[in-house]
């Protein structure tokens, strides 16, 4: 009907509390459109933070991720350690590209501290390492570039996984994976999670992912024009992440996956049957609707070869 509704967790309406709930987490589209909102922000503990980016070739990954599996967990909540898997560019011959693995790091704090807590991933042979001091905006400036689409096709799928969940067999399917890519410009990138997002109950919002320390993405990217190379790419990502699967704890539905088998249990675990439940009241006919929507019916055929047809949609036919 157009209304305006502000909900928090503060509203005297219970059916506001329950609609700010199923808001945070509850995927895009299915409750309204928001036109505002506000932000608990936290101030940084230092000026600027010390923000790092370390590469490792390939052939270190059982050494170093293996490593990192477990360093993480001792890690205090102001270090970040993101990782990523693909091309980078050769030191030697900046005109090519090499396969490689690394650690987008975030510290906030001193960077004197920061260094040492890096120290341990320093000392295991990477062939790259950049270290800046900078504002946060100013490094999401830097670094967002490397993991764009831009303009590209893409498909991309997700998992979460729990802690201590890189084991040889993930990261040996990593390799394998990787090296059989079809397209050059592939790469895949993992959250490191926790910290304050583990502080939160599952079932605080309808995020429902708060134990996983890991948040892997691939993205397939080719030429946008390449209609040859969909295929192969969407196939290849799909075997990926199906492979991954068994060490899945879930999927992140902020990389919805079109393609993504028992999508209700993967995006929302068991929070799902409560945001069914404030769909139908808050949505009775059904307006906002899409093919992975609330309450929706849909399950993707997986059957080989894999039908691409919901990839090109946003509803049910």
């Not at 993504?260 to 409560?274: I, L």
Request: overall charge negative.
């Amino acid at each position: 009907e157009g209304n305006v509704r502000t909900v928090s967790q503060d509203s005297q309406s219970p059916e506001d509390v329950d609609l700010f709930w199923a808001c945070r987490g509850g995927g895009g589209g299915n409750f309204g459109i928001v036109v505002g909102l506000h932000l608990q922000l936290r101030k940084p503990r230092a000026p600027t933070m010390l923000v790092a980016q370390i590469r490792y070739p390939t052939t270190l990954a059982q050494e170093v991720i293996g490593f990192y599996n477990e360093w993480v967990e001792t890690l205090p909540n102001e270090l970040a350690a993101y990782g990523i898997w693909g091309p980078y560019p050769d030191p030697t011959d900046s005109s090519r590209n090499i396969p490689a693995f690394g650690f987008t790091c975030v510290f906030n704090g001193n960077s004197a501290e920061g260094m040492d807590l890096l120290a341990p991933l320093l000392k295991r042979d990477p062939f790259f390492v950049q270290m800046n001091n900078m504002t946060l905006p100013q490094f999401e400036t830097m670094v967002g570039r490397n993991t764009l689409v831009n303009g590209r096709y893409a498909y991309i799928r997700s998992g979460e996984v729990p802690p201590l969940g890189l084991t040889t067999d993930f990261i040996a399917t990593v390799d394998t994976f990787m090296s059989s890519s079809p397209s050059p410009d592939t790469f895949m990138v993992w959250t490191h999670a926790g910290g304050m997002i583990e502080n939160v109950a599952k079932d605080a919002t309808a995020f429902p992912h708060r134990g996983a320390r890991f948040m892997p993405e691939i993205k397939a990217v080719w030429p946008r024009g390449d209609d040859a190379m969909t295929r192969p790419n969407v196939e290849w990502a799909f075997a990926f992440f199906e492979a991954l699967r068994p060490h899945f704890t879930g999927a992140y539905v902020n990389y919805i996956d079109p393609l993504q088998r028992e999508w209700p249990a993967m995006y929302y675990g068991s929070n799902y049957e409560r945001l069914k439940q404030i769909k139908t009241r808050e949505d009775p006919r059904g307006f906002f609707n899409f093919q992975q929507g609330i309450g929706s019916p849909f399950e993707p055929n997986n059957a080989q070869p894999l039908d691409l047809a919901p990839l090109n949609r946003t509803f049910l036919e």
